[in-house]
């Protein structure tokens, strides 16, 4: 069983940065997935980084502005965004698959509560 928990999101103006925190148990073999939801619409995927650390996926809407990390030792996989923009906002998600990274929100089988992102001057 994997526990995913996020942490980090705030109220910025534009062009400001955060940094979300996914802090999990048991995620060790499993690639996690930053996920972005605003009401109405499906989750979209944000940033994905693999089990190993090696391979990082990125939307091109953040590409440029966003990095994600993971760090085992604290369990906690990072999600560092520069340069928000007021499309930004909504809530964001961790997730977990196996090992490698996916592209369809459907095809991760744990997810933490979301944490709340606005961007608004």
């Known amino acids: 069983q994997v526990r995913l928990v996020e942490s980090g999101g705030a109220t910025v103006q534009p062009g400001g940065s955060l940094r979300l925190s996914c802090v999990g148990s048991?995620?060790?073999?499993?690639?996690i997935g930053w996920f972005h939801q605003v009401p109405g619409k499906e989750r979209q995927a944000v940033s994905c980084?693999?089990?190993?650390?090696?391979?990082?996926t990125f939307a091109d809407s953040v590409k440029g502005r966003f990095t994600i990390s993971r760090h085992d030792a604290e369990a906690t996989v990072y999600l560092q965004m520069h340069d928000l923009q007021p499309d930004d906002t909504g809530v964001y998600y961790c997730?977990?698959?196996?090992?490698?990274?996916?592209?369809?929100?459907?095809?991760?089988?744990?997810w933490g509560q979301g944490t709340q992102v606005t961007v608004s001057s």
């Open positions: 980084i693999s089990s190993d650390g090696l391979t990082t």
């Open positions: 048991g995620f060790y073999n499993y690639a």
């Open positions: 997730a977990a698959v196996f090992s490698r990274c996916r592209t369809n929100n459907w095809e991760f089988d744990y």
